[in-house]
Every structure is written in structure tokens, then in C-alpha cells.
């Protein structure tokens, strides 16, 4: 695939962007579209929507083949790009055109595998959004935190480091792992969770997950509408260990190729060259 190196390429790139950039160069990728190199998430995040909006706007005016665009940003949505153009991000609805990919996981990179599981279900995470508190108010083994983890610079490294802990404490030891959206309708967790075989459960409506039209994800995840997030309990419960059993089977095997750090471009790869 060809790639088109932007002025912008010093700017820093987010994990996500950064490393699909990488691995589409250093993979063949039987396609005629050419590779937007674009940070589009820094610029966002320092020039605003309608400055990167131009940008985009330059590179379509000069480039008429069929394009690629690559943004983490959860204002993805807001911008236009070319009716034949591809954009990939990991905030992507149903409703919307936009290919979905997965998040690069700052916490795990490939399957950790822990067998003693002793809760049904646990959240640890920013309460953010409505479901997310609704969540944290009504089941048991979901708490929040102040500050988060992760790129987040305001956090003291001592709370960085206990958060994360306790985080991945928590998800080793569920057989479920509750995914509410985020501050856009992806989250990362949702990738961390199944690097650590606990089953995802999905409260984001209209959210398409990546290779939808290639993978059944209820094979390995459960979808609760965010009005229904107070009966998870319920729900969760009706699952027998066979059902148990066959989804973390499935879990495993899907996350390590097709979602894992070293494989995130995969999702790109296989829409890309779709016949």
C-alpha cells in the first residue's frame, strides 16, 4: 500500500495511530488506496476540529486516488472526508460508515491467562457517563476512581500504579468484565479484558466492534443496552459454565490474532482487502 508522509509526521502519534502507521508499512497489503500518514488526533487535540478539518480538506484537494485515514479521536465522527475514502477508528457506529478498529491496549499486549476466577463480574473505571454510574451505584464488585491511568499526565505515579493494579486485579478474577462506553462509545478495556480471558460485557448502543461483518461476537462477548445495565446481575447469571467455557475458548484465540498490540493491524488489513 502506498503511503503518503505528511508534514505533520514529527507531531507524537497516539499508541493506536502509531502503531497500525507501522505495521501497515511494514506489511503487504494488497490494496490500490493510499495511506494518509496524518496524526489526526494530536492535531485535534491541539488545533481544533475546523483546523484538521482543512488539513484533511488539503490532502483530498491533492490527492484523488482512494485514501485511507487513520484517527483515534472520539470527534472522529465530526469530521468529513470523501465519500470513497476509508476511515478507520476505534469509535465507530453502527449507523455511520466509519471502519471500526481496535484500541492498542496500554496495559497487556498478548492473552495472560488466569484461572482462579472467583467473581462474576467486577468494573474499576472513571464514572463518566450515565451508565457508568448507574453501574457503579447498583452491582456489586464496580467502584470507581478519582483519577485514571493510562496517557492521563495528571496522575501521581503512586496512584497510577495502585489504579492499575487493582485494575488488572479485577480483571484477572472475573469470568466477566463489565465494558460500559467511554467518554466516546469504544474503550480500551475492552481489548485488556479479553487479553485476560474475562468475557467482555458491551453497554454501548449502536457501537460497531471491529470485523462485525467477519466475526460473531456474541460467540465471545455479551451486548446489555445501557438502559438495561441495573439488570447485568440477572443476565449474567443465566449463563452456564458451558456457555462459560466456550466463550472464553473462543476469547482467546480472536483476541491473540486478530486484536492483540502486534496484530492491531489486522482489522485494517482484512477490510482493506476485502473482495
Given at each position: 500500500?502506498?503511503?503518503?508522509?505528511?508534514?505533520?509526521?514529527?507531531?507524537?502519534?497516539?499508541?493506536?495511530?502509531?502503531?497500525?502507521?507501522?505495521?501497515?508499512?511494514?506489511?503487504?497489503?494488497?490494496?490500490?488506496?493510499?495511506?494518509?500518514?496524518?496524526?489526526?488526533?494530536?492535531?485535534?487535540?491541539?488545533?481544533?476540529?475546523?483546523?484538521?478539518?482543512?488539513?484533511?480538506?488539503?490532502?483530498?484537494?491533492?490527492?484523488?486516488?482512494?485514501?485511507?485515514?487513520?484517527?483515534?479521536h472520539i470527534w472522529t465522527k465530526?469530521?468529513?472526508?470523501c465519500d470513497d475514502d476509508l476511515?478507520?477508528?476505534?469509535?465507530?457506529?453502527?449507523?455511520?460508515?466509519?471502519?471500526?478498529?481496535?484500541?492498542?491496549?496500554?496495559?497487556?499486549?498478548?492473552?495472560?491467562?488466569?484461572?482462579?476466577?472467583?467473581?462474576?463480574?467486577?468494573?474499576?473505571?472513571?464514572?463518566?457517563?450515565?451508565?457508568?454510574?448507574?453501574?457503579?451505584?447498583?452491582?456489586?464488585?464496580?467502584?470507581?476512581?478519582?483519577?485514571?491511568?493510562?496517557?492521563?499526565?495528571?496522575?501521581?505515579?503512586?496512584?497510577?500504579?495502585?489504579?492499575?493494579?487493582?485494575?488488572?486485579?479485577?480483571?484477572?478474577?472475573s469470568i466477566f468484565s463489565l465494558?460500559?462506553?467511554?467518554?466516546?462509545?469504544?474503550?480500551?478495556?475492552?481489548?485488556?479484558?479479553?487479553?485476560?480471558?474475562?468475557?467482555?460485557?458491551?453497554?454501548?448502543?449502536?457501537?460497531?466492534?471491529?470485523?462485525?461483518?467477519?466475526?460473531?461476537?456474541?460467540?465471545?462477548?455479551?451486548?446489555?443496552?445501557?438502559?438495561?445495565?441495573?439488570?447485568?446481575?440477572?443476565?449474567?447469571?443465566?449463563?452456564?459454565?458451558?456457555?462459560?467455557?466456550?466463550?472464553?475458548?473462543?476469547?482467546?484465540?480472536?483476541?491473540?490474532?486478530?486484536?492483540?498490540?502486534?496484530?492491531?493491524?489486522?482489522?485494517?488489513?482484512?477490510?482493506?482487502?476485502?473482495?
Amino acid at each position: 500500500m502506498k503511503v503518503i508522509e505528511t508534514n505533520y509526521g514529527l507531531d507524537p502519534y497516539v499508541p493506536t495511530e502509531e502503531t497500525l502507521f507501522k505495521q501497515l508499512q511494514s506489511n503487504d497489503i494488497d490494496t490500490d488506496r493510499i495511506l494518509i500518514k496524518l496524526p489526526t488526533t494530536h492535531l485535534i487535540n491541539t488545533l481544533g476540529l475546523h483546523r484538521t478539518q482543512q488539513i484533511i480538506d488539503d490532502f483530498s484537494k491533492k490527492n484523488k486516488e482512494q485514501k485511507v485515514f487513520i484517527s483515534q479521536h472520539i470527534w472522529t465522527k465530526k469530521l468529513k472526508f470523501c465519500d470513497d475514502d476509508l476511515v478507520f477508528t476505534p469509535h465507530a457506529y453502527l449507523r455511520h460508515s466509519y471502519k471500526s478498529i481496535p484500541h492498542y491496549s496500554l496495559t497487556y499486549d498478548k492473552s495472560k491467562i488466569r484461572e482462579d476466577k472467583d467473581i462474576l463480574f467486577s468494573f474499576f473505571g472513571a464514572p463518566n457517563n450515565l451508565v457508568r454510574q448507574e453501574i457503579i451505584r447498583n452491582l456489586e464488585n464496580c467502584d470507581s476512581h478519582k483519577m485514571g491511568w493510562g496517557i492521563d499526565k495528571r496522575i501521581k505515579p503512586e496512584v497510577k500504579k495502585r489504579n492499575t493494579e487493582r485494575y488488572i486485579d479485577l480483571m484477572g478474577r472475573s469470568i466477566f468484565s463489565l465494558c460500559p462506553r467511554g467518554t466516546g462509545i469504544s474503550t480500551i478495556r475492552l481489548f485488556e479484558v479479553m487479553a485476560m480471558e474475562s468475557i467482555p460485557v458491551i453497554y454501548a448502543d449502536n457501537f460497531k466492534p471491529p470485523l462485525n461483518d467477519f466475526l460473531d461476537w456474541s460467540e465471545f462477548s455479551v451486548f446489555i443496552k445501557e438502559k438495561d445495565a441495573i439488570k447485568t446481575n440477572k443476565i449474567l447469571k443465566e449463563y452456564n459454565q458451558s456457555d462459560i467455557d466456550n466463550m472464553k475458548n473462543n476469547l482467546v484465540s480472536i483476541y491473540d490474532k486478530y486484536f492483540s498490540n502486534e496484530n492491531l493491524y489486522m482489522s485494517v488489513k482484512m477490510e482493506l482487502e476485502k473482495k
